[in-house]
C-alpha cells in the first residue's frame, strides 16, 4: 500500500522532490499527480506518463491522492489551498516556512481535529533535520535557547565584507550576480526570511506560540568593512544571527531577535559557510546540541520533504495495522509549567 | 493515561532518568518501580513512597508496568531481561550499546511480532539525537557515510598528549585518576565502545545488519606526541574516528573501521572535546550533515532515555485512539505523525 502524492509547486525543489520519488528506491510513496502554475512552466518532460499534470490545485483533492505536498511558497494563495486539504482530510507535506510561521498552530489543530497530518521540517534548516531532533529527539529536556544561522545570503554578504573589505552594496551586487541573492533582497538582509524559520524553531522548542511580527528584526544593510575590524579586535566576527531564549523564571516568556551580531571566531556559528545553516540548542539536561547542513538548495530540502512523507507513510501503515504498532517517531514538546 | 515505567538500573543515568521522571512536568510518564542490584545500592531515599523498589528483574514484568527502561549495560543478563519483557508484551528503552549492536535486530524483530516497541536513542552519542535525525530525518536520502568521534575518553587522552606533550601512559593515569577512564581501559583505549556505537549508526544509516566483529579495531596506545607534530605539519590532528562508508557501487557492503587517524584542524572532528560527541553523515543528496553535542553523563543520556519514553507514550496514544480517530489530539501544537 504505498501512499500516494500529489505534489504543487514545481520549482527547484519541487523538481527535485518528484525526482526522488520518481527514481524508485522508496516504494511506499508513489507520485500521482503534480499542479503546475496556470501559465507557467508546461509539464516536464521527464515525468513519466504514470503521473498526471494538472493547473488546478482543487485536481489534487480527489479521492487517488493521499498527501498534498505544497512547495509554493508565500501566505496566499498556498494557506488556502493547504486549509482545503487538511479540511478534506488530506496529509499536508510543506516547506513554506511564512505560512507555519504564521498559521502552523491553526492548521495543525485542523490536521488533528481531521485526523490527518501536518509536517514541515523543510520548512527550517533545509535537510537539516533539526525539526525532529528538536520536537523528538530532546523532547525529553526543557529546552532554554535555540540561536542559529538561518539565512545563506546574509551569510555570504557578511563573509564577502569580511574576507574582501567590499562595502555591503558591491557584496549585495555579486550576490545578486552569482543568484545567491534574490532581485529584491529585502527579506534576507532585513531578517524577515529567518525569522519565520526561528518562530518555527521557538514553537517546536518551547511549545509556545510566537507571532512573527513579535519577533525584533534588524537589516544587515549597515554593516561595514570597519565593524569587522572592531570583531575581530575582540576575538569575534559578525553574523546574521537568531535568537531566543527563554526570560529568566517564566516557562511562557521568551525574548527572541534576528539581527547582525558579534559571534566568536571559534564557534560553530562563525565557521557557517555560504548556504550552511547552523541551529545550537541549549537544554537544562542535555546541554548544548548543535545540528550543522546544508540549509538551502532543491536537493537537500527534497530530502526533508521525502523524510516527512515517509513519516506520513509510517503512520498510516500502523494506522492500518492497528494490532501491530511499530516506533513513532515525533512527540509533542514537554511543557513546563 | 500515563505510560508506567519499570527502571533496571540506578547508577548515574539510572538515577538522572529516575529524577527527570519524578519532576512531575510529563505527566505522561509514571515511574512505577525501580530494580536495583542484589546486594547493591540501597533503595534511595530521595524516591517518594509511590516508587516501589525490588531486587528481582521480574518484578518489572507485571501487569502494573507498561515499559522497562534498561541501564544496567553488558550483554548478560540484559540479554535475556530484554527479551523476555519483549516477549511478555512490554516496551522496552535502553542505552545499552553493546547490546545493541550485537543484538538490536533480533531484539526488534520480537518487539515488532509482539507489537511492542524497543527504542535506543541514548546508546549512541549520548543526548545528541543522530539516531532519529538518520533514521527519520535523513529517511528521505541514501546515506553514503557515517563518520564519528564516539568516545570521549580517548578524545581526552589524545587531547591530553596533543597540548601537554605527555607521554600516552601518563595521559591515561592522568585521566584514570580524574576518572575520565576507567580502571580497565581496554574497552575505550581499544575501540570496542565506540564500535558498538558504530555498528547501531551503520544499521540506521544503511539499513544493513553489521556485526561488531566485522569491524577493525586498531588501539590509541600506540600514539605519542611525536605523531602529532607529524599531523601538524599537515594541519591535521589525531583523533579516534569512527567511519563507515558505502562501497562504490554496492547497496550492501560497507567499509568501516575505529581507529586513530588524522582529521583536518578545521574539521568538526578536530573541535570535538571531552565528552563532546561529534557525527558528521553524508548523503547523496543533503550533503554533509553534522551532529554535535554531550556523548556521555548521566544527565544528557537520561534525555535521550526520556524522549525514548515519550516516543512509546505517544505511540500508545494513537493507539488508544484509533478507536475514536477524530480524538487523536486534543492540543493544537501537538504533532500527529
Redesign the interface.
Known amino acids: 500500500m504505498s501512499l500516494r502524492v500529489g505534489l504543487v509547486g514545481f520549482g527547484t525543489v519541487g523538481q ?1 522532490v518528484a525526482r ?1 520519488l520518481l527514481d524508485g ?2 516504494r511506499r510513496l508513489r507520485l500521482v499527480k503534480v499542479c503546475g502554475r496556470p501559465g507557467g512552466r508546461e509539464r516536464a518532460a521527464w515525468l513519466p506518463p504514470s503521473v498526471a499534470w494538472t493547473t488546478r490545485f482543487d485536481d489534487l483533492i480527489v479521492r487517488d491522492v493521499d498527501v498534498v505536498v505544497e512547495l509554493v511558497g508565500g501566505l496566499q494563495p498556498a494557506w488556502q489551498w493547504l486549509h482545503k486539504a487538511l479540511l478534506s482530510g488530506k496529509s499536508v507535506v510543506t516547506a513554506n516556512k511564512q505560512l507555519v510561521a504564521e498559521h502552523g ?2 492548521l ?2 485542523v ?5 490527518s ?3 514541515y ?1 523543510g520548512a527550517v534548516a ?4 533539526v525539526i ?2 528538536i ?8 529546552l532554554l535557547s535555540v540561536t542559529g544561522i538561518l539565512n545563506g545570503t546574509c551569510n555570504y554578504i557578511l563573509t564577502r565584507i569580511e574576507q574582501q573589505r567590499l562595502p555591503f552594496a558591491d557584496a549585495l551586487r555579486e550576490a545578486q550576480a552569482l543568484g545567491y541573492a534574490e532581485a529584491d533582497p529585502a527579506a534576507d538582509l532585513d531578517g524577515l526570511d529567518a525569522r519565520a524559520k526561528l518562530v518555527i524553531l521557538c ?1 517546536a522548542a518551547f ?1 509556545i ?1 510566537v507571532r512573527p511580527s513579535q519577533v525584533a528584526c534588524e537589516s544587515i544593510a549597515s554593516v561595514a568593512p570597519a565593524d569587522f575590524d572592531a570583531a575581530h579586535a575582540r576575538g569575534c566576527t559578525i553574523r546574521q544571527v537568531s535568537s531566543a531564549e527563554r526570560v529568566d523564571g517564566s516557562p511562557h516568556e521568551i525574548a527572541a531577535f534576528v539581527r547582525p551580531a558579534l559571534v566568536p571566531l ?1 564557534s ?1 556559528f562563525a ?1 557557517a559557510s555560504g548556504c550552511q545553516n547552523v541551529v545550537s540548542v541549549r ?1 537544562e ?10 540549509g538551502a ?1 532543491g ?2 530540502t ?11 507513510a ?2 498510516r501503515q ?2 492500518a495495522a ?16
Open positions: 527535485s526522488l528506491a522508496e498552530p491553526e495543525l489543530d490536521a488533528a481535529r481531521r485526523g497530518l501536518l509536517r521540517d533545509g535537510g537539516v533535520p525532529r531532533g520536537e523528538d529527539g530532546l523532547a525529553g529536556d526543557r514553537q511549545g506560540r571559534d560553530p565557521r537544554g539536561f542535555s546541554g548544548e546540541t548543535v545540528f550543522t547542513g546544508q538548495g536537493n537537500a527534497a530530502v526533508a520533504v521525502v523524510s516527512d512523507l515517509l513519516a506520513v509510517t503512520a500502523r494506522l492497528t494490532a501491530r504498532p511499530i516506533a513513532v517517531s515525533a512527540t509533542p514538546r514537554k511543557r513546563v509549567s
